[in-house]
Nanobody
């Protein structure tokens, strides 16, 4: 079983920055990809950014040029640097990891961290 714990959310003014972090833990697991998703009230969860085991990244259009995803492969962490934040970025941000354990494939989510951007 793999667990994900996020940190770094909070309240920031428009134009400000936040850095989200997520750490994966468990037994006998490998990670193929890690990513960040978000969900605002009344909307579906959407992709923000994802990074593969090889370092390839994919960003949602709204994140391009403002957000940056990175991984520390030695610590099983993934960070999301968010700059030039807008009120419409307000949402719960979730960390996601997919990979394999000794018992099979997994697709796990963190508990989410609230990001609120004030105008």
């Amino acid at each position: 079983q793999v667990q994900l714990v996020e940190s770094g959310g909070g309240l920031v003014q428009a134009g400000g920055s936040l850095r989200l972090s997520c750490v994966a833990s468990g037994t006998m697991f490998t990670i193929n990809a890690m990513g960040w998703y978000r969900q605002a009230p009344g909307t579906q969860r959407e992709l923000v950014a994802v990074i593969s085991s090889g370092g390839s990244t994919n960003y949602a259009d709204f994140a391009k040029g403002r957000f940056s995803i990175s991984r520390d492969y030695t610590k099983d962490t993934v960070d999301l640097q968010m700059n030039s934040l807008k009120p419409e970025d307000t949402a719960i941000y979730y960390c996601n990891a997919v990979g394999n354990t000794g018992w099979g494939a997994y697709d796990e989510w963190g508990q989410g961290t609230q990001v609120t951007v004030s105008s």
